[in-house]
């Protein structure tokens, strides 16, 4: 019983580590760590940053910063308990150009790449008028980053305890 205990458990570790090296847990986005409080969050982000309200009733901060080298709308979810759960980056690229498109998503890719190290998962579709690219970050904690091009809209998410369906 206590050799079937130890296996399930080193399996379970295996599972949970399937994350490239060294990629432990969420990094902080705008200064602002995972599991901050509301009040800690808002006191670093500043008066930019206004309050809101989830479709759930979470405290959201919401406002436009710099991160890895663009500009982007910044949701900064906090759980119930006031602790940061989830931040959203989110840009409308206004381009008729999808190939500029892509270069900011090659460059936001690029951004993360150099923070965290490679995706774990990475997918990148382009016809002559639609875009359409995503790019996973697991880590160890079980936390997950997932980037999102969709034609001219890019979006990251980076979210402590992801829902996973599959």
């Not at 090296?21 to 800690?40: D, E, I, K």
């Not at 940053?49 to 759930?56: N, P, Q, S, T």
């Not at 490679?118 to 359409?132: A, N, V």
């Amino acid at each position: 019983m206590l050799r079937a205990l130890a296996l399930a458990t080193a399996l379970l570790l295996a599972s949970s580590a399937q994350a490239q090296p060294g990629r432990a847990h969420l990094p902080a986005v705008g200064g602002v760590a995972f599991g901050a409080t509301y009040a800690s969050a808002q006191e670093t982000l500043g008066s930019g940053f206004k309050v809101g309200a989830g479709a759930d009733g979470a405290r959201t901060l919401v406002g436009r910063g710099a991160f890895i080298g663009s500009n982007f709308n910044l949701v900064y979810v906090f759980s119930k308990a006031g602790k940061l759960s989830e931040i959203r980056a989110e840009a409308v690229m206004r381009s008729e150009e999808l190939g500029a498109c892509h270069e900011r998503w090659e460059q936001a890719l690029g951004g993360l790449i150099a923070q965290v190290g490679r995706p774990d998962r990475h997918e990148e579709s382009q016809g002559t008028r639609t875009q359409f690219a995503t790019a996973s970050f697991d880590f160890a904690d079980g936390g997950q980053i997932d980037a999102l091009l969709a034609g001219c809209y890019l979006r990251l998410t980076f979210d402590r305890a992801p829902v996973r369906l599959s």
